[in-house]
């Protein structure tokens, strides 16, 4: 099955500073990546997400870029703020079918210093 | 519109205890998942169920049952608790889990400690 992968664990940058965070995946089929975003004490949100037909998408100060030779991609986000500070999960999900699910990464703990 | 809703949000139980955490979601989703989270471990998906009247299971699913009561509503059941269950449990559901890019909206989790 499909296997996702994060590095680091933890991330710490200062504000306004850019925030890069990576992952890796292992099925060439999978074909769709969400990021999802978790405050303390709160459910997992999706913040962006992206499709295998296109390499990279924005929406504000975040965007997420893909590289489906090499399997892994990434969230980027740029000016960041105290309210960044969270823990995102990556997520792959493979082409509709009886093992269609969703694998996440273990997350990655991003701590935005002021 | 409330989304997803889990109760109860903390429960403690002993070892052996049996106990059912319950789900509903009003977004007339088709399908809806429940997940564990554990330190180190991201989320791991522990039954879900694509469509009303059908249940799957995920990555992680002994110890554990699961009833899609109608389209609103997923349960899970712990019948004898271990500590090795000690959580925090999402539920979540999507639109059409089959779908391409579906998005699964997740309530605010239920933490368990068994002792």
């Known amino acids: 099955g499909e296997n996702v992968e994060q590095h680091p664990s933890t991330l710490s940058v200062q504000e306004g500073d850019s925030a890069v965070i990576k992952c890796t995946y292992s099925?060439?089929?999978?074909?769709?990546f969400p990021w999802y975003k978790q405050e303390l004490g709160k459910g997992p949100q999706l913040i962006i997400d992206i499709r295998s037909n296109v390499g990279e998408k924005k929406d504000q100060r975040i965007a997420v870029t893909l590289n489906k030779t090499a399997k892994h991609f990434s969230l980027h986000i740029t000016e960041t703020q105290p309210e960044d500070s969270a823990v995102y999960f990556c997520a792959a999900k493979a082409p509709p079918g009886a093992n269609s699910k969703l694998t996440f990464g273990k997350g990655i703990t991003l701590s935005v210093r002021p | 519109n409330a989304g997803v809703t889990q109760t109860p949000k903390f429960q403690v139980l002993k070892t052996g205890q049996s106990m059912t955490l319950q789900c509903a979601q009003d977004?007339?989703?088709?399908?809806m998942y429940w997940y564990r989270q554990d330190p180190g471990m991201g989320l791991r998906l522990i039954y879900y169920s694509a469509s009303e009247g059908t249940t799957d299971k995920g990555e992680v699913p002994n110890g554990y049952n699961v009833s899609r009561l109608n389209k609103r509503e997923f349960s899970l059941r712990l019948e004898s608790a271990a500590p090795s269950q000690t959580s925090v449990y999402f539920c979540?559901?999507?639109?059409?889990?089959?779908?391409?890019?579906?998005?699964?909206?997740f309530g605010p989790g239920t933490r368990l400690t068994v002792l």
């Open positions: 099925d060439s089929a999978s074909n769709y």
């Open positions: 977004m007339n989703h088709n399908s």
């Open positions: 979540a559901s999507s639109s059409h889990g089959t779908s391409v890019s579906d998005t699964q909206y």
